[in-house]
Structures are given as structure tokens and as C-alpha cells.
């Protein structure tokens, strides 16, 4: 992992000193001032990167209360039924 890391910030450092052409970047409603392409582009993906990172948490915490609610109910079925939870017996 480490060796991954390494080589992806040399990828990137190598990507910045290839792209230095100095580009502005219109969003719009605002426009930003000239930058080298290399940083438009690695902060869009760092963006995108973050953005992909916290979608999936919240669909892991949503998935993660569904497993709760589902294991409470599933107890609440055993223990009517008189059997002994597999929870329990861990």
C-alpha cells in the first residue's frame, strides 16, 4: 500500500510538472483565475475522490441500520417463539 501510495504522488507530481499551461476555469457564475491544467484537473479528482467517499458512507450507515432493525426484529421473533438468539450466543 504503501509502494502504491509512492508511486501514485510521483504519477501525480510528474502529471503537474507535464501540464503547466496556465488554463481559467469558468463555473458559470463565477470565474476563477487562470491555474496550471495539471492543478484544474488533480482537484477535480481529489473532489470527485472525496465526494465518492462520502456517498458510500452514508449508504454504509443506512446499511448498517437496516442491519440493526433486522437483527432487533428477528430477536424480538425468537424470543416470542422461546428460542434462544443466535446474538446470544456469541
Known amino acids: 500500500m504503501l509502494i502504491t501510495g509512492v508511486m ?3 504519477l501525480g507530481g510528474l502529471f503537474t510538472v507535464q ?3 496556465k488554463v481559467p476555469l469558468d463555473l458559470l ?3 476563477l483565475p487562470p491555474q496550471a491544467l495539471a ?3 488533480l ?3 481529489a473532489i470527485g475522490a472525496v465526494l465518492g467517499l462520502l456517498s458510500s458512507a452514508l449508504l454504509l450507515m443506512g446499511r448498517s441500520a437496516e442491519i440493526r432493525r433486522l437483527r432487533k426484529q ?3 421473533l425468537l424470543t416470542s417463539t422461546g428460542k434462544q438468539s443466535s446474538n ?3
Open 8 to 10: 501514485a504522488v510521483a
Open 19 to 21: 501540464n503547466t499551461e
Open 29 to 31: 457564475i463565477v470565474q
Open 39 to 41: 492543478i484544474w484537473i
Open 43 to 45: 482537484l477535480a479528482m
Open 74 to 76: 428477528c430477536d424480538r
Open 88 to 90: 446470544d450466543s456469541q
